[in-house]
């Protein structure tokens, strides 16, 4: 594959400071809702755990079952831009009925919603990076990428903290909207003839022929893909619930700083994680993602570990 410059004549008007943005911007608008979700619903509105619990699962049951559907959508589109504003939209309501509304057949059909729309964006960032960077830069851009993600989360974490203790906690779901409107912006920055779509499917010009080669049926005959996918699915099921879950623990100990503690565990985890994506994406074509991969995994169950060692509010956040 040629460098991008020369594979599209419209190359020029894309700048790579619009992926940062909407790295930056997508981390933004996630993250001023999930981790904070449980912690107002169970300090604010007075919500038993078991209600959360069941609003939550639901939502992530529905998450899992679309990302694959999703996945395959984004692949097939050539609206990838749209999808994602589309997304955005969803989101920023979703958020806002939660904030207004939030009882509990409003806040699980909003829950469930955000889910569904959650699964758009994280293959059609993955596409349009496919799309408008060169293979040979896809591994450190994907590094870079993560990067912008993760100080995203670092920032709507300051910013939900600072919000959250001075005016409330119900105000972090306005700042979605907000955010929505930026990562939309963001989005059409990026002209829509520099995707290279059939780059963004995983096809070389040359093989753009054989778009239907890979049916599901190869895919699933494919045993290291299905046992990548099953060790992922496995990593998720563990990992997900542990920054909610000790979200909740610290609401409950410091109910009046309740989305300051959940501010600090992102920040912490994400201080942590920003150099690790800077470093993967510099080293993963030398190094290979195998080992990679094994070094992640191998650090949660160390992370469980810890949690269960002391109640202290700064061993739990120091540990997430």
């Given at each position: 594959?040629t460098e991008?410059?020369q594979?599209n004549?419209?190359?020029?008007?894309?700048?790579?400071?619009?992926?940062d943005a909407i790295?930056?911007?997508?981390?933004?608008?996630r993250?001023?809702?999930?981790?904070?979700?449980n912690?107002?619903?169970v300090?604010?509105?007075?919500?038993?755990?078991?209600?959360?619990?069941?609003v939550t699962?639901i939502?992530?049951?529905?998450?899992?079952?679309?990302?694959?559907?999703?996945?395959?959508?984004?692949?097939?589109?050539?609206?990838?831009?749209g999808?994602?504003?589309?997304?955005?939209?969803?989101?920023?309501?979703?958020?806002?009925?939660?904030?207004l509304?939030p009882?509990?057949?409003?806040?699980?059909i909003?829950?469930?919603?955000?889910a569904?729309?959650?699964?758009?964006?994280g293959?059609?960032?993955?596409?349009?990076?496919?799309?408008?960077?060169?293979?040979k830069?896809?591994?450190?851009?994907?590094g870079r990428?993560?990067?912008f993600?993760?100080?995203?989360n670092?920032?709507?974490?300051?910013?939900?903290g600072?919000?959250?203790?001075?005016?409330?906690q119900?105000?972090?779901?306005?700042?979605?909207p907000?955010?929505?409107v930026?990562?939309?912006?963001?989005v059409?920055?990026?002209?829509?003839?520099?995707?290279?779509?059939?780059r963004?499917?995983?096809?070389?010009?040359?093989?753009?022929?054989?778009?239907?080669?890979?049916?599901?049926?190869?895919?699933?005959?494919?045993?290291?893909?299905?046992?990548?996918?099953?060790?992922?699915m496995?990593?998720?099921?563990?990992?997900a619930?542990?920054l909610?879950?000790?979200?909740q623990?610290l609401?409950?100990?410091?109910?009046?700083?309740?989305t300051a503690?959940?501010?600090?565990?992102?920040?912490?985890?994400?201080m942590i994680?920003?150099?690790i994506?800077?470093?993967?994406g510099?080293?993963a074509d030398?190094?290979?993602r195998?080992?990679?991969f094994?070094?992640?995994?191998a650090?949660?169950?160390?992370?469980?570990?810890l949690?269960?060692l002391?109640?202290?509010?700064?061993?739990?956040?120091?540990?997430?």
């Amino acid at each position: 594959m040629t460098e991008f410059r020369q594979t599209n004549a419209t190359a020029k008007d894309f700048r790579p400071i619009s992926l940062d943005a909407i790295n930056f911007l997508l981390a933004d608008v996630r993250g001023a809702l999930g981790p904070y979700l449980n912690v107002f619903l169970v300090t604010r509105q007075h919500w038993s755990l078991s209600e959360v619990g069941l609003v939550t699962t639901i939502g992530g049951l529905i998450g899992l079952a679309l990302q694959t559907p999703a996945g395959a959508l984004i692949d097939a589109t050539r609206a990838k831009r749209g999808f994602i504003v589309a997304a955005l939209a969803v989101l920023a309501t979703g958020a806002t009925v939660i904030a207004l509304w939030p009882n509990f057949w409003p806040v699980l059909i909003a829950n469930s919603l955000l889910a569904v729309v959650g699964d758009i964006f994280g293959p059609a960032i993955a596409a349009l990076t496919l799309g408008l960077v060169a293979r040979k830069q896809l591994a450190r851009r994907m590094g870079r990428n993560s990067a912008f993600d993760h100080a995203g989360n670092v920032a709507i974490a300051a910013l939900a903290g600072v919000i959250g203790w001075v005016v409330s906690q119900r105000a972090v779901f306005f700042l979605v909207p907000f955010f929505s409107v930026l990562a939309t912006l963001a989005v059409l920055s990026i002209p829509a003839q520099a995707i290279d779509h059939e780059r963004a499917r995983g096809l070389d010009k040359e093989s753009a022929a054989d778009a239907e080669s890979a049916s599901w049926k190869a895919l699933l005959d494919y045993r290291p893909l299905l046992i990548f996918a099953g060790c992922a699915m496995l990593f998720h099921f563990a990992n997900a619930p542990l920054l909610p879950l000790v979200g909740q623990k610290l609401a409950v100990q410091h109910p009046t700083l309740a989305t300051a503690m959940m501010s600090s565990c992102i920040i912490a985890a994400q201080m942590i994680m920003l150099p690790i994506a800077l470093l993967v994406g510099h080293k993963a074509d030398a190094w290979g993602r195998k080992p990679l991969f094994l070094v992640g995994f191998a650090i949660l169950p160390i992370r469980a570990l810890l949690y269960t060692l002391s109640d202290d509010s700064a061993w739990l956040i120091a540990f997430n």
